[in-house]
């Protein structure tokens, strides 16, 4: 039995996994590792609603702003690297926690991931030129129609995810959420799984004033000075296209918010789904955090 534990907290966007990552992070006198596939990205600031200045401030943060937009990051990618983090980290403590609500980077980190087939890469540009040309929804179409468990699981307006679906399809015969092992890999750590949420009208609410306030913040400002990268999967993201699609007078920016508010909210219910099926998650309402220190406590005499 390993005595070092990683604390994992998951849940909904908008939830508040950020102020109970940093409250315990300072309880335990330990660094937090960020599992959000948006706030990897440098150039991505209030979109992607990362800690503020005071809060990174608070606690060491890894994997945020650790990568630009400009390269693919998988979660591969991201397996290794958080790996080679937290050993660092566990030389220090015997405590780390890992917060964010991307399930397949989470997984990545505690489950480890299959050996992945090697992809006709003829298929992948023709994917990605056919992105570029008809747009997201001819791609969406597709996945749901040859793979749709991969399809209900992930960002559905995050075009390298879809793209990555179909094209393993494609090149393989095989939907991609078949080769999602639930066989998990040794770990040289012990998890605690901590969940946030609460009822759902609060959570709606929750996400309808982040959105407001990613705009007075000045989002569409954000947006358009990217826009040299418009066509980057890192970009075509809820919270960016809608913007995009505004900037490109498409629609009116009223409807932009609409549809950043619309398509979050169904986000969220999508990492709900997620992590809903993880039985071994302990679910919190957000603003919990002596019960959530007290329940990591006995869990780690328990273990150990």
């Known amino acids: 039995m390993s005595s070092k534990t990683l604390i994992s907290i998951v849940g909904p966007t908008a939830i508040g996994k950020t102020a109970l990552a940093i409250e315990l992070a300072q ?4 660094e937090i590792l960020s599992a959000d596939s ?3 990205f440098s150039e991505m600031e209030i979109g992607t609603a990362k800690p503020n200045e005071l809060e990174l401030a608070a606690v060491k943060h890894h994997f945020i702003n650790s990568h630009s937009v400009e390269h693919l990051f998988s979660t591969g990618d991201f397996e290794i690297q958080a790996l080679a983090v937290l050993k660092e980290i566990f030389e220090k403590n015997d405590i780390a926690v890992l917060v964010g609500g991307s399930g397949l980077y989470v997984n990545a980190l505690l489950n480890g991931l299959d050996e992945m087939p090697e992809i006709d890469l003829s298929i992948r540009d023709k994917l990605n030129k056919q992105f570029v040309m008809e747009g997201i929804n001819v ?3 597709q996945l749901a129609e040859c793979d749709p468990e991969y399809f209900a699981k992930v960002d559905q307006n995050n075009p390298q995810r879809m793209i990555r679906g179909l094209e393993v399809f494609l090149s393989t015969g095989r939907k991609l959420s ?4 639930s066989t998990k890999k040794e770990r040289p750590f012990e998890v605690i799984k901590i969940g946030l949420n609460t009822d759902r009208a609060i959570l709606y609410n929750r996400i309808n004033q982040r959105v407001d306030q990613m705009i007075n913040l000045g989002l569409v400002q954000e947006v358009k000075g990217l826009m040299q990268f418009k066509n980057h999967n890192a970009l075509n993201t809820v919270g960016y296209s809608e913007i995009f699609d505004y900037l490109d007078h498409k629609i009116s920016l009223n409807e932009a918010v609409m549809a950043i508010k619309q398509n979050t ?3 969220a219910k999508r990492q709900l789904t997620w992590f809903r099926r993880d039985e071994e998650i302990n679910w919190f309402e957000p603003g919990n955090t002596n019960k959530v220190i007290a329940l990591i406590g006995e869990l780690i005499i328990k273990k150990g």
């Open 27 to 30: 309880h335990f006198g330990t």
């Open 38 to 40: 948006r706030q990897f």
């Open 139 to 141: 791609i969406q179409k």
């Open 178 to 181: 078949s080769m999602l092992s």
């Open 265 to 267: 909210r169904r986000f």
